[in-house]
């Protein structure tokens, strides 16, 4: 008995810990490492909000432009680490084998998962940090210090509905196909939930179908903060994003068993 129970005792909570945290640096690397997502992933929100915010309202009257994009962009800078690194990430680790070796070592399938989604939140943390920092200094954006931390909170708690999106796809789509199906979601829920374009100014059809997407519900989160939602309540936008979340891990899920043969 007492020979059976000392693994039991190495595998608690603080080995448990360990493995995550070393997974989410491995992770992290590996993600860092490859230009093509790295890249865009950083530099995509901060130059659209550079472009559109800074240079373009530039001497301009009003900061509401500058005020709402640092909301809707914090929003796309979360996206893109979270959907690319499980919807291409997962697919790749599934059909290349590698999710398979890791199913046989002694990792728990939690520290997988922490680890994508921590690498997205390190990712989305970046961005958040630079995009402060230009609407602060270079845009002129002015908000109270909670305000500040209330948008950082919301944004970077995007990651959990975002990664679930992700794994889904990844959970489904092969390799090949995960790619375009990622690109294909993430440009148009962007587009479509307003977090390009102020969802005020799309057609009445696409501002109908937004409401099916996670990413308007978060936009639309942030934008409550500085008072320039379209007005529904948080409830409204908090119940529709945990039942699309539920939907997502649902999918993730059949789709896992299927890969398991169950």
């Not at 800074?54 to 009257?61: A, E, M, T, W, Y």
Request: include cysteine; charged fraction near 10%.
């Amino acid at each position: 008995m007492g020979a059976s129970a000392q693994p039991v005792l190495r595998r608690g909570v603080g080995w448990h810990v360990r493995i995550a945290l070393l997974e989410t640096r491995f992770q992290f690397l590996s993600s860092l490492r490859l230009p093509a997502f790295a890249i865009p992933t950083l530099l995509f929100p901060v130059f659209f909000y550079l472009f559109f915010a800074v240079i373009f309202q530039s001497g301009g009257p009003s900061l509401v432009a500058p005020t709402y994009m640092l909301a809707t962009y914090g929003v796309f800078g979360v996206l893109g680490p979270s959907i690319f690194g499980f919807g291409v990430g997962l697919a790749q680790e599934r059909d290349t084998g590698a999710l398979l070796l890791k199913r046989t070592t002694p990792m728990p399938a939690g520290a997988f998962l922490f680890a994508r989604v921590a690498t997205a939140a390190i990712f989305g943390a970046v961005v958040v940090a630079v995009l402060f920092l230009l609407a602060g200094f270079a845009a002129g954006v002015e908000l109270h210090r909670s305000q500040w931390f209330s948008l950082a909170g919301i944004i970077l708690a995007a990651v959990l509905p975002f990664s679930a999106i992700g794994l889904a796809i990844g959970a489904w789509a092969k390799q090949q196909a995960a790619v375009a199906v990622v690109n294909l979601v993430f440009i148009g829920m962007s587009l479509i939930s307003g977090l390009w374009v102020p969802i005020y100014m799309l057609p009445n059809v696409m501002q109908d179908i937004a409401i099916a997407f996670p990413a308007f519900h978060l936009g639309q989160l942030t934008l409550k903060v500085i008072d320039l939602d379209l007005g529904r309540s948080v409830w409204f936008h908090l119940v529709l994003l945990g039942g699309q979340t539920a939907v997502c891990l649902a999918v993730a899920a059949a789709g896992f068993r299927r890969f398991s043969g169950r």
